[in-house]
């Protein structure tokens, strides 16, 4: 399959018609990213049936069509076309008579795509089939992009297959079998459900046999049933006749009843006449006898509610003598209470009050010390800067004796090199010069010789004098390592003076200094020993905290060595 020309319209970010011509030999296309190259390539994959947006880039197939920019607006319909030799008439039958194939494909916003060859309009497969014949397509291996080596270095055996089946030129064939093969399933599927339909019309020809039958039966039954009915009727309309005869001859005895029960009536209303006149007297009586009951009744109600009371006021009263002893029995319980809580608060008054004048000694003597440990530590870090300064002057001193010293041994190694020089010549001239220059020779030789003796006092001296400010420099070090071993020393007696004699810090969790006792002169050695991890809480929620932990087989101190722990007073934690 040879292709001549690219026609885009619309697609992507070619918005104007734009040819791409497929010219003889190896086509390239070159430019920086961003310009299209692989929108060409989309194009083609595109107008070859390419039915995957995702393989487009997209988030939809109609995202293809130009969607504006800045400056121009956005298109409603995108249209590839690929045009095609078919000089050769291998393409299919329905295709194959024109010289050129013209293979297009346009899509609009919410309408699809269509597919045309030569002007005709297809179906996708058919243009599927048409590239499949030829061993290409928008999914064949022959149209290699980006990743797809790597893809066929790593393939699976039935993926390598289709690419040889491409290459044998049989991806069409199988293409068509492939199809034949869904329309056979197809046919087969259509045929089980014919069978199916045949079994439901079976059972339903069956249905409707039986349910003929009953109906047959019904129609006798019906027959039946009227002429029974009409049976019924007539014995019906017999008995009816006769109980009209029977309910005339009972109505007429009604009547005589009636007239009989009117007569007994009418004395009946005479009777209710006289008892009628009679009747005020009576319910006034009535009357009378309710009004008497009623008040009785008021009376007995105002009794009962008025017992009620009663008994109610007498059970809160008990109520109120019981609260009133048991009141009486709790107040005697707090007086006895009050009177051992003020006594203990007596005592513990008292025991607070000496504590408290020990506490105001031992603050005051602490407080001196520390007076004491800042002015030693000021006169330990005044020697400390003047031993500093004699070692800085020292070494200083050495730098310089050193520098001399290497400059006098280059002059004595300078001087006998030349001396070596010097007495070299001399024995080559010895038998050629005259006594006058064997004399000024010997002379320039003594000078030599005596610029070399006192090269070498100089240099003499200057490593006495080097040896003197190295003993110096050691004589200075000793003060100076004291100094600074005392400094730190008073500087960690007054660190842990002063955590002792601050109060507690009041947050989340108290530090385990206020929880310590220490004997007077050791606070310096707790300092020494605990140093920042005073500050840490025996609470075990804080982030660190102190905690006991299990020791066995703790050696024991060598002879003559006392623990600190019994010049300390502290919680368990610390053991």
């Not at 296309?29 to 039915?51: D, F, H």
């Not at 995202?63 to 299919?92: C, K, L, T, W, Y």
């Not at 599927?189 to 339903?204: F, G, P, S, T, Y």
């Not at 530590?377 to 400390?384: D, P, R, V, Y």
Request: hydrophobic letters at 40%.
């Amino acid at each position: 399959m040879k292709f001549e020309k690219l026609r885009l319209i619309g697609f992507k970010s070619f918005v104007e018609p734009t040819d791409f011509h497929y010219e003889p030999g190896l086509t390239g296309i070159v430019g920086p990213n961003g310009c299209g190259k692989s929108n060409l390539v989309e194009a083609m994959r595109w107008v070859m049936g390419e039915t995957s947006f995702k393989s487009m880039r997209a988030s939809g197939m109609e995202d293809v069509i130009f969607s504006g920019s800045g400056s121009r607006p956005s298109r409603n319909m995108a249209e590839v076309h690929v045009f095609i030799d078919n000089a050769a008439r291998q393409a299919p039958a329905a295709f194959n008579d024109d010289d050129k194939l013209e293979i297009s494909r346009r899509i609009e916003r919410e309408q699809g795509s269509t597919y045309r060859i030569n002007g005709r309009e297809v179906r996708a497969r058919d243009v599927q089939l048409l590239f499949a014949d030829a061993s290409t397509g928008s999914r064949s291996p022959a149209f290699v992009r980006q990743g797809q080596i790597g893809e066929i270095i790593s393939a699976k055996p039935q993926q390598r297959r289709r690419i040889l089946e491409e290459a044998a030129g049989v991806a069409g064939l199988h293409s068509r079998r492939h199809e034949a093969e869904l329309r056979l399933k197809g046919a087969q599927d259509n045929l089980n459900r014919l069978e199916d339909v045949l079994k439901q019309i079976d059972a339903q020809i069956d249905s409707l046999k039986k349910q003929a039958r009953q109906a047959t039966r019904y129609r006798n039954l019906a027959g039946e049933i009227r002429k029974n009915e009409a049976l019924l009727a007539l014995i019906g309309h017999r008995e009816a006749a006769g109980a009209l005869a029977e309910a005339q001859r009972r109505l007429e005895a009604d009547v005589r009843e009636v007239a009989e029960r009117t007569l007994a009536q009418a004395e009946a209303a005479r009777l209710q006449a006289l008892a009628a006149a009679a009747l005020p007297e009576m319910r006034e009586t009535e009357a009378k006898a309710g009004a008497v009951l009623q008040r009785l009744n008021s009376a007995r109600q105002q009794l009962e509610a008025e017992e009620r009371r009663v008994r109610e006021r007498m059970a809160e009263l008990e109520r109120r003598v019981e609260q009133l002893g048991r009141d009486l029995e709790r107040e005697r319980a707090l007086v006895e209470d009050a009177a051992g809580v003020t006594g203990r608060l007596e005592a513990e008054d008292s025991e607070l009050a000496a504590a408290g004048e020990a506490a105001v000694g031992d603050e005051a003597a602490a407080r001196e010390r520390v007076s004491a440990a800042g002015e030693a530590l000021g006169e330990a870090e005044a020697a400390l800067s003047e031993a500093q300064g004699a070692l800085a002057d020292a070494r200083a001193k050495r730098t310089a004796l050193e520098a001399a010293l290497g400059e006098a041994r280059e002059r004595l190694a300078r001087s006998e090199a030349e001396l070596t020089r010097v007495d070299t010549e001399f024995a080559l001239i010895s038998g050629e010069r005259e006594a006058a220059d064997l004399s000024a020779l010997s002379d320039a030789l003594a000078a030599h010789r005596n610029d070399a003796r006192a090269a070498e006092e100089r240099a003499s001296a200057a490593e006495s004098a080097l040896a003197q400010a190295r003993e110096a420099e050691s004589a200075t070090r000793g003060p100076l390592a004291q100094a600074e071993r005392c400094a730190q020393r008073l500087e960690t007696e007054a660190r842990t003076l002063s955590k002792l004699l601050e109060t507690g810090s009041g947050g989340l969790w108290p530090t385990i200094l206020e929880q310590m006792s220490v004997d007077k002169g050791y606070e310096a050695a707790v300092g020494a020993v605990l140093g920042d991890d005073l500050e840490a809480s025996t609470d075990a929620s804080a982030p660190a905290h102190w905690a006991l932990l299990d020791a066995e087989g703790d050696p024991a101190l060598p002879p003559g060595v006392a623990s600190l722990a019994e010049h300390v007073q502290a919680p368990p934690a610390l053991a």
